[in-house]
C-alpha cells in the first residue's frame, strides 16, 4: 500500500484492515543537507509522521517496532569510536528529529510497558542487493560518497569531490565506518524476533561494522571492482564533517547474535552491479 506517513487516515486504514503484529519504520527523510534547508518538512515528515503512526500503532494495540535510528544522534566528540553510552548531542536538523523520535519511543515505554521496541543506531549504510534488483538512485546529485563514487564510474558524473584531504587522519580523508545494506536488513530481522519474542524490552544498538575506512580506501577498491578509474578533485572540507568515527558495535553482536561480515569489497561489487544493471552512461 503506498501512502504518506503524514496521512492519519491511511495509517488507519492499514491497521484496520491488515493484521499487522509489528512495524518495522524506515519512512524517513534522510539527507542531511536538505534538512538544513527544509526543517519544517523534516520535522513534519520524520516527527509528525512517526507520531501519527505511534498513536495508530496505539489505537491498534500494535505495540512492537523497530526503529530506524541514526549515528547522527550522537553528534561530535573528541573520541572515534562510539558505543551506544555516549552521550547524544546531535548538530544538524536531521539527527535532531532521529533523537526526538528516539526519546518519544522511549516515553511511550515508560508510560506503557507492553511496548517492545528497537532502536537501531545506523552508521554509513551502502551497498545494494546482491541480486542487483534492489539499489539506491538518488534523484538528485548523491550527498553520500558510494553513491557519487558510482555515479562517477558509470559515467553519470564527470569526477568526485573529495571533501577535504587534511585530516587529522591515515590519508588526510574522513574515515567513516562502512556498512553493507544487507548486513543492516539482517540485523532487523534479528531485532524483531528478539523484541517480539522478549516482552517489555527496549533496546538501543549501534549498525557498524567497527571499522572505519577513508574516501582513498573506498575510491581504490570501487576502481578495482569496477575497472574504471573514478577522476576526484579534492575541495574545503563540508562543513559538520568529523574527521573519523565508527561504531562499536559489541552490545548488538552479542544481543542479536550478529555480525555485520560483508566486505568492503562486497559493498562496491554490489553497489557496482545495481549501477550498471539500471543507470549506466558509458
Ligand atoms: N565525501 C566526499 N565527497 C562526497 C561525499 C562524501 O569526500 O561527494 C566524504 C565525506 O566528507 C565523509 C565520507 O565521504 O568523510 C562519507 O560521507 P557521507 O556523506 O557518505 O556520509 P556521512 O558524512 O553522513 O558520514
Redesign the pocket.
Known amino acids: 500500500i503506498k501512502g504518506d506517513i503524514r496521512d492519519r487516515d491511511i495509517l488507519k486504514k492499514i491497521f484496520k484492515y491488515q493484521s499487522i503484529k509489528s512495524v518495522i519504520h524506515f519512512a524517513g527523510l534522510k539527507a542531511?543537507g536538505e534538512a538544513e534547508k527544509f526543517p519544517i518538512k523534516y520535522y513534519e515528515n520524520n516527527v509528525l509522521g512517526s507520531l501519527n503512526l505511534f498513536h495508530e500503532m496505539e489505537l491498534a494495540e500494535v505495540k512492537t517496532i523497530v526503529f530506524s535510528s541514526s549515528a547522527t544522534v550522537y553528534g561530535k566528540h573528541t573520541k572515534n569510536k562510539y558505543d551506544e553510552d555516549t552521550p547524544t548531542r546531535p548538530i544538524n536538523v536531521y539527527g535532531r528529529t532521529k533523537h526526538i523520535v528516539e526519546n518519544i519511543l522511549r516515553d511511550i515505554k515508560k508510560s506503557d510497558d507492553n511496548w517492545s521496541i528497537g532502536l537501531l543506531r545506523y552508521f554509513?549504510p551502502v551497498g545494494a542487493h546482491a541480486s542487483g534488483i534492489i539499489g539506491e538512485n538518488p534523484k538528485e546529485k548523491p550527498?553520500?560518497?558510494?553513491p557519487?563514487i558510482s555515479q562517477v564510474a558509470a559515467g553519470l558524473r564527470e569526477k568526485?569531490?573529495?571533501?577535504?584531504n587534511d585530516y587529522p587522519t591515515s590519508d588526510g580523508?574522513?574515515r567513516?565506518d562502512y556498512i553493507h545494506i544487507e548486513d543492516l536488513s539482517s540485523a532487523h530481522i534479528k531485532t524483531l524476533y528478539l523484541i517480539q519474542n522478549t516482552k517489555n524490552k527496549l533496546f538501543t544498538l549501534n549498525l557498524g561494522t567497527g571499522k572505519s575506512h577513508s574516501?582513498f580506501e573506498m575510491i581504490n577498491q570501487f576502481e578495482e571492482v569496477s575497472g574504471k578509474e573514478i577522476p576526484f578533485q579534492v575541495v574545503d572540507r563540508?562543513p559538520g564533517?568529523l574527521a573519523e568515527f565508527y561504531a562499536d558495535a559489541s552490545k548488538a553482536e552479542k544481543l542479536l547474535d550478529w555480525k555485520a561480515n560483508r566486505s568492503v569489497k562486497e559493498m562496491c561489487e554490489d553497489t557496482w552491479r545495481w549501477q550498471k544493471n539500471n543507470f549506466f552512461n558509458k
Do not use: H, S
Open positions: 542531511v554509513n550527498n553520500n560518497l558510494l557519487y568526485l569531490f573529495i571533501f577535504g580523508t574522513g567513516r574516501v563540508r564533517d
